[in-house]
């Protein structure tokens, strides 16, 4: 079977996912190479070209070649040449499921979680109903229509994008003018609002392995530049810190890596995936769960991979094994 990463995006994160597949592309050279462009078209491009570009978090990447199709056409061709896609993708239908649902539907094997899971997974309102069905604490989820209360009765808020990621749109509620911009921002896209809730960030990943069984990655703390773990502090920002394993009692560690797997299994996860915490005085708070977290050099996954003493090129075979694994077995029970 024909090893292709699938990078890029129509969303405002293709930006890191092109950084993500310079750290696959360095870890699969064998693999081909196909850029999901902006206008929904795909184009082969050339390892060279990838890895010379040097700003991928912040400037657009050409793939320097023609389109040979839209993303359907680009399926319709892997399902052909019987190719496996090693998923560098991340948010909007890359991660809601609906890419997931594509490559399903044509019996393509990929990396990471299936359709249902991600969809789930990406509504981070959802995704807290169904943590709190595993047992995990959350924060509570306030309408647009009562912040003004809200604010009053909790001092500070949060708003967020309830279906995005890399810290896109975060918004700290501290005053009443703070609130005209979560207002502005909610006319373009569904805003989650929650009580601010202080404390350490943390984040847990979590493993499948061959066998199938689960393993959850060491903690990492987040002390995020000027305060804010939003996209400049994850990847442009030098003064953040990541620290894996985070700082965290053995109670807390314990805690962290027993609710990362719970929310790995009742959102029905495969492969890997990443969830984010805030540790408070009586605990973690679960915040998300994210079903195709960053692999960029400067991300969280490859962190705990290295604590945890897995190689990278491990990680990867490993998943694409239980993409193989998980298509040929759904084809032989239809």
Known sequence: ???????????????????????LNAALPDADLWFWDVGD?????QAQLLQSHKRPFEEPFNSGNPAFGGIAQALDRAKAESRLLVLGLHGGMAENGELQAMCELRGIPFTGSGSASSYLAFDKDAAKRFARIAGLKTTTTLQLDDVDAALAEYGRLIAKPARDGSSYGLIFVNAKQDLVAVRRAAKAEEYLIEPYVAGVEATCAVLEQPDGALMALPPIEIIPAEGAFDYTAKYIAKSTQEICPGRFSPQVSAQLMDHAVRAHKILSCRGYSRSDFIITDNGPVYLETNTLPGLTAASLYPKALKAQGIAFIDFLTGQIALAERRTLGSIGSI
């Open 41 to 45: 078209t795909v184009h082969e491009t």
């Open 1 to 23: 079977m024909r090893t292709t990463i699938l990078f890029g995006g129509l969303n405002r994160e293709r930006l890191v996912a092109v950084a993500s597949t310079q750290a």
